[in-house]
């Protein structure tokens, strides 16, 4: 029976509960302890059962309750406290204000299509949620004026359960958006804000709805709205649901209906941050905009887009690139050539590494990339993938010039650590050490933590998670038919005074979640053989629906617990979500990570894991191949890589024994006469001390704010100032540029010095360029010296600017230069001409490049 009408009924509380309101609609209570412990004293069961949602919670409470906590002084008190310190927080973010003191308004806008913020908003599907969540809460800790840009899910990801095999099967439980922390966004009327964006025959409407993220909104997309047909409601159904099709309406909405909703939410966004190719179509909309709204023509358009655009890549291989045909993105956005003046080829090119590849697809990463300002990768390791696999882009330019940085990955130290193990940091380090910073003293202070309470600590948290995990197992069996038997034996899994080893990740094969079985006779061993030496697992995560791979190692896994008879020792917990990522994290005693080295772009688990005081064994890749992994942790292997992966399997399976048998173990069960092991103790200092300040968003998103935010941001004020007049001349300068570029020549070299010179000898470079019908400052001229490798080719190049001397007889221009090599051996010399103009961004934005032959 369809309604005649809805309404929206929202909790109703006494008088002097209402601040009970305002903090379950802002998610600061999720990293602030006081908050969250409050609304676990009003429900212990029933914020459990709502996963940890205070809105349902404060919607099917009794009203008895409420009336009993009402007399509650001691209640009173502390929601008191805990609205005090929301109210405290969002004054008290001074760290933009004074980066920033004096500049012109400026807002950054976060485009991702997932956001992993808490338990209770399951719309992410794994790190790069869970990052982008982060990202938020940390920007909203600096005070930065950013706002996010999401889709909001009907269904989210999915709720895996196993059945009696073993294998993976899905739930899409229903989201409830009237029930979660969101607030649907309105007009000046009251009625609902509606965007709209075109597809193929129709336009689909989408409403928005607001997570509060402490003082940072994230704004989210909704098409599950009448008048959409069917299909279009579905577009905000599944994250990563559907197929291809699905996947560029998706992909639409996000980037063209993302920069339609901030226009119309009031928003004059001054840079633009592309979290993964998913939102790169916001970059055609912006250029829309400039030419249909604001009368500028293509090129300038372009050149303001590209000047405020940032992207970050998180793809290591060029299989998890979106790529389209191009025949669907005509289909879909050919509309996009007509407005900019392009042929379809042309259109299609902004899409394509290679133009002239009429049959190429349309890559959303390779559209990020060319409507960027400043790119980068998500560790240092991965900056030096990305540049390898996106170095087409820019013809001629040395691999480790292409301009691809890297900020490594952190995560939100107030979200992921245990609460009493933040309790023990703000005791001995104080309130600040989730934001210090690598240099600061506060670290000296580690040391000032006894070793007895430190580990007292870290056993409540393994206690604490091997107590939910085995209610969990529990409920799962219950809720699959299980035997009496199987659950008495679930509600025995574990032991809270064994050696835990945690392994949880998405359930892709590169990540190698079965490594550490290759060898069932010494895996046995190395559980069973020593009772006074125990080791056990516990083990989660997810594989893509469609990923039959992924889903046969959670098979491989459990059927190996079941073969071995190991079901008390290795327990695989279904149902990853934050929460129990939280749990592992800090309930295990290392944190186990076996990707093929160079494939995980960063990977996180790790870093929230030593923030808690866990050591890390981990593959040298991502993030763990820039820590200090000999003090903190242990490194399987030392960054080889093999033709053969079977080989590469086989040599790091051996390796990852041979560490928990000689070293790992060992050390972990190394006690003194108290009972105490000192020296894993120490290493778990280590582990905080050296991965806490650095591997964390604090740092990271200051990081994205001083090298990309502030610059882009600056770049757009100046681009835009007297009616488009510096973008207008840039982009004309360009134009100049192409036209005359390929026509420069350089005609003559002159070295002062034959081919063998001393180390720290001067030598002197004269060259003769002809530089067309471009003028002296349109370019620079460098030289360039380095070793030479055993391909001929210079490696690991410094440049060195060349000095204008004028013009000869010839017209030609004059440059000089002296150089000087600091190292013996084979060195070379080459000298370039590139383009120079006081509004770039960088030399290498045209992506031209003339290397002398």
Not at 602 to 631: F, I
Not at 657 to 679: G, I, M, S, T
Request: aromatic share 10%; hydrophobic share 40%; net charge negative.
């Amino acid at each position: 029976m369809q309604p005649i009408r809805t309404f929206n009924v929202s909790p109703s509380l006494p008088s002097r509960l209402e601040p009970l309101r305002k903090l379950a609609y802002n998610l600061h209570w999720d990293w602030n302890v006081e908050a969250k412990d409050l609304f676990r004293r009003l429900d212990p069961n029933l914020w459990e059962s709502s996963r940890h949602n205070p809105v349902l919670m404060l919607g099917t409470i009794s009203q008895a309750r409420l009336t009993e906590v009402v007399e509650d002084e001691g209640f009173l008190a502390q929601m008191g406290r805990a609205a005090q310190q929301l109210e405290d927080y969002l004054k008290e973010r001074t760290w933009y204000q004074k980066q920033r003191a004096g500049k012109p308004k400026e807002c950054y806008a976060y485009f991702s299509a997932e956001f992993g913020l808490a338990d209770c908003l399951p719309v992410y599907s794994g790190g790069l949620g869970v990052l982008a969540g982060d990202h938020l809460k940390s920007a909203s800790d600096l005070g930065l004026p950013l706002v996010g840009v999401g889709l909001l899910y009907q269904q989210g990801y999915f709720a895996q359960y196993l059945n009696a095999d073993g294998w993976q099967q899905e739930r899409y439980p229903i989201n409830d958006f009237y029930n979660m922390p969101l607030h649907l966004e309105r007009s000046e009327d009251g009625s609902e804000l509606i965007i709209e964006v075109e597809y193929p025959g129709r336009k689909v409407y989408a409403r928005v709805w607001r997570v509060q993220v402490g003082s940072v909104p994230l704004y989210m997309l909704d098409t599950n709205i009448e008048p959409n047909n069917p299909y279009d409601h579905n577009i905000t159904d599944q994250l990563y649901g559907g197929d291809i099709d699905m996947r560029i309406h998706q992909e639409i909405m996000l980037g063209i209906g993302g920069v339609r909703m901030l226009k119309a939410l009031g928003y004059d966004v001054t840079s633009y941050h592309m979290n993964e190719g998913h939102a790169a179509f916001s970059a055609l909309e912006r250029i829309r905009i400039y030419i249909q709204e604001k009368g500028l023509n293509y090129s300038t358009a372009r050149q303001v887009v590209i000047s405020s655009n940032i992207f970050t890549t998180h793809t290591p291989v060029p299989a998890g690139i979106d790529l389209f045909s191009p025949d669907k993105m005509l289909h879909y956005l050919g509309y996009y050539a007509d407005i900019f003046g392009m042929n379809k080829e042309q259109f299609l090119g902004l899409g394509r590494e290679n133009t002239g590849d009429l049959s190429a697809p349309f890559s959303m990463a390779v559209l990020a990339l060319k409507m960027a300002t400043f790119s980068n990768g998500v560790a240092q390791l991965h900056g030096v993938v990305s540049r390898q696999m996106f170095k087409g882009l820019w013809q001629g330019v040395p691999v480790d010039e292409v301009p691809i940085g890297a900020i490594t990955n952190g995560v939100h130290a107030r979200s992921c650590v245990a609460k009493s193990t933040q309790e023990l940091y703000d005791r001995y380090l104080g309130p600040n050490w989730s934001s210090a910073a690598v240099d600061s003293p506060l670290w000296e202070r580690m040391d000032a933590i006894p070793d007895e309470e430190l580990w007292r600590n870290h056993e409540r948290c393994r206690l604490d998670m091997v107590l939910y995990v085995r209610d969990r197992l529990v409920k799962h069996l219950r809720d699959r038919g299980a035997s009496p038997s199987e659950i008495a034996q679930a509600q025995e899994v574990l032991d809270p005074k064994v050696f835990t080893i945690g392994f949880a990740r998405r359930f892709a094969t590169y990540k190698r979640a079965t490594l550490w079985m290759s060898d069932i006779e010494r895996i046995r061993k190395i559980i069973l053989a020593n009772k006074d030496r125990k080791v056990q697992f516990v083990i989660s995560g997810k594989a893509h629906p469609k990923d039959i791979p992924g889903k046969e190692l959670i098979r491989d896994i459990n059927h190996f617990i079941e073969e071995e008879g190991l079901q008390k020792q290795i327990v695989f917990v279904p149902n990853y979500d934050i929460y129990i990522a939280r749990l592992m994290v800090s309930g295990c005693d290392i944190w186990l990570n076996t990707p093929r080295r160079p494939r995980e772009a960063s990977g996180t688990s790790g870093m929230k894991a030593a923030m808690n005081g866990l050591p890390n064994l981990s593959v040298l890749d991502g993030w763990w191949d820039e820590a200090d992994y000999v003090s903190t942790g242990w490194a399987i292997g030392h960054g080889e890589m093999y033709d053969d992966p079977n080989y590469q399997d086989e040599i790091e399976a051996n390796a990852l024994y041979d560490l928990l048998e000689k070293e790992v173990v060992p050390l972990f069960y190394d006690r003194d006469a108290d009972a105490l092991p000192r020296h894993w103790v120490a290493k778990m200092k280590d582990a905080i001390r050296l991965n806490c300040p650095f591997f964390n968003t604090a740092r990271m998103v200051g990081e994205y704010a001083q090298r990309a935010y502030f610059p882009a941001s600056d770049r757009y004020h100046n681009l835009i100032a007297n009616n488009y007049a510096p973008a207008k001349e840039l982009a004309d300068w360009k134009d100049k540029l192409r036209t005359s570029w390929f026509n420069i020549k350089i005609k003559d070299i002159n070295v002062s010095s034959g081919t063998d010179i001393l180390v720290n000898q001067t030598v002197s470079v004269t060259a003769k360029v002809d530089l067309a019908s471009l003028k002296k400052d349109d370019v620079q001229v460098e030289l360039y010296q380095g070793a030479i490798d055993a391909n001929g080719e210079i490696v690991n190049g410094e440049p060195v600017v060349m000095e204008y001397k004028g013009t000869d007889e010839n017209d030609l221009s004059t440059y000089t230069a002296e150089i000087v090599y600091n190292t013996s051996g084979l060195q070379g010399l080459s000298l370039r001409v590139l383009p120079k103009h006081e509004y770039l961004s960088s030399a290498y934005e045209p992506r031209l490049i003339v290397w002398a032959e």
